[in-house]
């Protein structure tokens, strides 16, 4: 490795973490600078539904670590004080010290950006009224604790019926709240499920008695007294003492305009090895592409995981290595009441996103032997494959039960990173119990039936 004396790292969340933590392991004689411009270092959003639910009693645990904890390390850590201006060339920066006012500049030899991304809002009129908030960071947490147990607060409309607004949707309808979900799509979850998973989420969401609003187009907010009242779509109108914002993101990188080369909705622009167009600046996480293995291509697929494992290729190839990051399937999962399901790759509904062919077998288990009563665990299993049609390449799946059958996309994933086909997975050799799952796992099922479609077309 080529010698390297410092390292500057900004942002604090899962792709900076996983960066200081990395260069900590290779070398620790490194002197790191970590910045987080808010008052608080690390906190994980992927975590504040158990808070608001109350899972996780305190705020504070939500985050992979502590200004103490990382400067007993050799880290030196920089809280309220924000990085806001970039010379490449000179190989320095910025700093603005917020709690101070005082300004100063940083040498370093490697840059590693993590500027993540910042709650999209939509271009409407009288968003400026009180009580519209947003599902990120530490600061909107604790205000959005605080309107669960609001007894003024009982309308509460979700703007968006991603991951992030149904996750918002089911705590405020568990906490008792009327709640609406919107959102512009014809329904819920569509980058991650098909209908046929969709359907019976949305059922599940009215039966608890969410009011599910798909397909709408939002057109203002009006209020009363300065504080919302009401969401005005162009199919009708919601009562709403408080408003959930949760329609996407946008990358935080105007500020690095000038700086690295920006793509297409500001996403910075970076190699298979996390370098940007500047000379030692790395960049990860949510502002930027990921490598997509179901197409070989890239895309913006903004999961704590892909950021964590960018934030440790980037580190390894500051300090002088040379590893690509791995092409990611896009796996995650979620779970709505009662059902947990997970999905990873291409789905029916995203390939024309993707520009190919697709072709997916449906199956219906069960999580168990039918003779294991469903009062010891058993219960329906729904499962989806898809392939590539010409050659059986398997491009992604998607499950869901009220069992937690959700590790199973894992074996989905590695199995379109790996090039696997529809015949190669019809007898992969998973265990059975019957006390854990089927004689035939569920995805041996699904493989089989579609090998035998493929082999009916060929014939």
Request: with cysteine; proline share 4%; net charge negative.
């Amino acid at each position: 490795m080529s010698e390297v004396h410092k390292v500057v790292v900004v942002g604090s969340s899962h792709g900076g973490y996983e960066a200081v933590q990395q260069i900590l392991l290779d070398a620790p004689e490194t002197e790191i600078q970590w910045y987080e411009k808010g008052s608080f270092l690390s906190f994980l959003s992927c975590g504040m539904q158990l808070y608001l639910e109350g899972v996780v009693k305190d705020v504070n645990a939500v985050r992979y670590a502590t200004p103490e904890g990382e400067s007993a390390k050799g880290v030196h850590v920089f809280v309220q004080q924000e990085i806001t201006a970039i010379d490449a060339e000179g190989h320095s920066v910025h700093v603005v010290n917020h709690e101070t006012g005082e300004e100063r500049d940083e040498s370093y030899d490697k840059l590693i950006l993590s500027p993540g991304a910042v709650p999209a809002q939509i271009p409407v009129e009288g968003r400026d009224l009180k009580n519209i908030y947003a599902m990120r960071g530490r600061d909107w947490a604790i205000k959005l604790k605080a309107a669960t147990v609001n007894p003024d607060i009982n309308d509460v409309v979700v703007i968006g019926a991603g991951y992030i607004g149904i996750e918002a949707a089911e705590v405020f309808a568990q906490a008792g709240k009327h709640v609406t979900v919107i959102d512009l799509a014809d329904r819920i979850l569509p980058l991650y499920l098909d209908s046929e998973f969709t359907e019976p989420l949305t059922a599940s969401l009215e039966q608890h008695g969410l009011t599910v609003a798909t397909g709408h187009s939002v057109q203002r907010f009006e209020g009363q007294d300065g504080t919302i009242s009401k969401v005005v779509t162009d199919k009708g109108t919601f009562d709403a003492d408080l408003v959930i914002e949760s329609a996407g993101v946008r990358a935080n990188t105007e500020w690095l305009k000038d700086v690295v080369k920006l793509g297409e909705h500001g996403l910075i622009e970076v190699d298979d090895y996390q370098a940007t167009s500047a000379p030692d600046i790395y960049a990860v996480g949510d502002a930027t592409l990921v490598k997509f293995a179901p197409t070989g291509g890239y895309a913006h697929i903004a999961l704590a995981t892909n950021s964590r494992r960018q934030g440790r290729i980037a580190a390894r190839n500051a300090l002088g290595e040379h590893i690509a990051f791995p092409a990611v399937s896009g796996s995650s999962a979620l779970s709505v009441f009662d059902y947990k399901f997970a999905s990873t790759g291409i789905k029916d509904s995203t390939a024309g996103t993707y520009g190919i062919e697709t072709k997916s077998v449906l199956v219906k288990d069960t999580y168990r032997p039918p003779f294991v009563p469903d009062t010891a665990g058993n219960a329906e299993v729904l499962f989806k494959l898809t392939f590539a049609p010409e050659d059986g390449r398997i491009l992604g799946a998607q499950i869901m039960s009220t069992q937690d059958t959700t590790a199973n996309i894992n074996a989905i994933s590695l199995a379109i990173q790996q090039h696997v086909t529809v015949d190669q997975l019809a007898y992969t050799d998973f265990f059975f119990q019957p006390g854990f799952d089927r004689p035939w796992n569920i995805m041996n099922v699904a493989a089989q039936q579609a090998a035998r479609e493929l082999a009916a077309v060929k014939d």
